[in-house]
């Protein structure tokens, strides 16, 4: 499998990155953070989250956000929305392009996280996916737990292709397939990551791997030989802080594309603002950034 | 080429990593950790330098170091050694397994090193490597700025071909390549290694990557793929501080171990011990791991 020629990196760092910080984030930060990364040439960026702001506080501002983005040209922007009511509040919020639905691979995992099996969590899924796609929204689908589960501890494999398929079947265009607690390594991701190709096709996937155990950029690019297209990542590794106590271990955006450039892909990604977008957040922040590059260029 | 069932890690830590700490260690500490590095399965460790203490004083303590140490059976205890006044105090201090010499494929950085040429470096560390052979002394040669040189950017494939058959012909028993800055990606890491495999063998040759850019890791895997099997790293990421001037940024050994023992690939390594070891050792420089595994199991 020759590796893509251009990969498309999904910036998830002002949702999937700041709910995961301990500081809450203004709306106004997070809105000139969502379009410093649209100049900086990303072109999904997930803007926030229409989780109960009762269980994810940090994302109570996601009506704000939105109405007060400017949209950049050609940029999608979606939001994580986990049922009908959140579809809902987003509708209502103006979204009219993308949302993101989200289910684990593993049961476990669904349980503690949304009282369900992953069978009931699936069924829960398919009205949300219906009533977005009949509404004209496209549906990004994260499945997580895809190499292995915090509390169930191994996953099988056949798990998550039968979810990833169930997901594409309902009409999502892309399935976002990740390891949740960062405990994978290279080769499984690969065996994975084509279990799922095979089941649905590279143009329906992505990869989506958490830096916990420092193996999050091997892991990609195992998958990129491996054929994969899309990959998930944080500006300035936000959710991701090493010294965080519950810290997701997201992947740095800006460590991501300075080896998709090496490695001869293009991305459309301008580094050095991405890498002045990753220093400018981690200062408001009051933090260092995350990412190797930023601190290194820092230096 | 599949990928080998055993990979030999190489352990850099009590000598390039100490080297590049801010802080003083002990002799006592020095050995401990060396010890305990030991228990931990390792089977290289490389020590300490014979550099002249007047330009790297933090290996003053060589001899003491050595004379110290309670050698493990099967373990061999390299030194650094950067010339013949070198190897001669390492012989009195009672060197008889093994040594370490280097050069650079990069005639900026060897100017600035060591004020030689490609050339020059070459013919300087002949006589050391045969006068270390007489002695029967197995010699380990360092290829530095194998993917790129701070002070003249690129560095010719050509050219770190030609120095490692060098010393490889000079009876050099491992040659190990390292990308000094960190600057290289996984493809242009699996072509070096993959030209200088095929001008000396693959066993003859380690990889030694750093981690400043956040690539050591996918740069191992990709020669790993390519037949590697012998590979440098340094406990707790020693020398590498995400937050020193200066770093290094030497990859953690057990981040390494981690992903090795995820690929199916036999270390001999106690992963357990090892972030023990990391740990303890960060505890004594008052600063927490560089490494992603050390981290999450602090958690």
């Given at each position: 499998?020759?590796?893509?020629?251009?990969?498309?990196?999904?910036?998830?760092?002002?949702?999937?990155?700041?709910?995961?910080?301990?500081?809450?984030?203004?709306?106004?930060?997070?809105?000139?953070?969502?379009?410093?990364?649209?100049r900086a040439g990303l072109r999904t960026i997930e803007a926030t989250s229409?989780?109960?702001?009762?269980?994810?506080?940090?994302?109570?501002?996601?009506?704000?956000?939105?109405?007060?983005?400017?949209?950049?040209?050609?940029?999608?922007?979606?939001?994580?929305?986990?049922?009908?009511?959140?579809?809902?509040?987003?509708?209502?919020?103006?979204?009219?392009?993308?949302?993101?639905?989200?289910?684990?691979?593993?049961?476990?995992?669904?349980?503690?996280?949304?009282?369900?099996?992953?069978?009931?969590?699936?069924?829960?899924?398919?009205?949300?996916?219906?009533?977005?796609?009949?509404?004209?929204?496209?549906?990004?689908?994260?499945?997580?737990?895809?190499?292995?589960?915090?509390?169930?501890?191994?996953?099988?494999?056949?798990?998550?292709?039968?979810?990833?398929?169930?997901?594409?079947?309902?009409?999502?265009?892309?399935?976002?397939?990740?390891?949740?607690?960062?405990?994978?390594?290279?080769?499984?991701?690969?065996?994975?990551?084509?279990?799922?190709?095979?089941?649905?096709?590279?143009?329906?996937?992505?990869?989506?791997?958490?830096?916990?155990?420092?193996?999050?950029?091997?892991?990609?690019?195992?998958?990129?030989?491996?054929?994969?297209?899309?990959?998930?990542?944080?500006?300035?590794g936000l959710g991701g802080c090493p010294y965080a106590q519950g810290a997701?271990?997201?992947?740095?955006?800006?460590?991501?594309?300075?080896?998709?450039?090496?490695?001869?892909?293009?991305?459309?990604?301008?580094?050095?603002?991405?890498?002045?977008?990753?220093?400018?957040?981690?200062?408001?922040?009051?933090?260092?950034?995350?990412?190797?590059?930023?601190?290194?260029?820092?230096?």
């Amino acid at each position: 499998m020759p590796m893509a020629e251009y990969v498309r990196v999904v910036e998830v760092g002002p949702r999937d990155g700041l709910q995961n910080e301990a500081r809450q984030v203004p709306a106004a930060v997070k809105i000139e953070l969502i379009e410093r990364l649209g100049r900086a040439g990303l072109r999904t960026i997930e803007a926030t989250s229409f989780v109960s702001p009762k269980w994810v506080p940090q994302m109570a501002d996601a009506a704000e956000v939105l109405a007060g983005l400017q949209r950049a040209p050609g940029v999608s922007y979606p939001v994580l929305v986990p049922n009908l009511q959140g579809l809902e509040r987003a509708r209502q919020a103006g979204v009219t392009d993308e949302i993101a639905v989200f289910t684990a691979a593993s049961d476990a995992f669904n349980r503690r996280n949304i009282n369900a099996s992953v069978d009931e969590s699936l069924e829960r899924l398919a009205p949300v996916v219906a009533q977005a796609l009949a509404a004209g929204l496209r549906v990004r689908c994260y499945v997580s737990t895809a190499l292995g589960c915090p509390y169930q501890g191994a996953v099988p494999l056949d798990e998550v292709v039968r979810v990833t398929r169930a997901v594409a079947d309902m009409g999502c265009y892309e399935i976002s397939l990740g390891d949740t607690v960062g405990v994978g390594t290279a080769r499984a991701a690969r065996e994975m990551y084509r279990a799922c190709a095979d089941a649905v096709g590279h143009e329906r996937l992505a990869v989506h791997f958490h830096d916990t155990y420092g193996q999050a950029l091997a892991n990609v690019y195992a998958c990129l030989e491996a054929g994969a297209r899309v990959v998930d990542a944080s500006v300035g590794g936000l959710g991701g802080c090493p010294y965080a106590q519950g810290a997701s271990g997201n992947l740095a955006t800006e460590d991501l594309v300075y080896m998709l450039h090496g490695l001869g892909c293009s991305t459309g990604i301008d580094l050095d603002a991405l890498v002045d977008t990753a220093q400018w957040i981690s200062g408001v922040l009051e933090r260092p950034p995350a990412s190797r590059l930023a601190r290194a260029r820092a230096r």
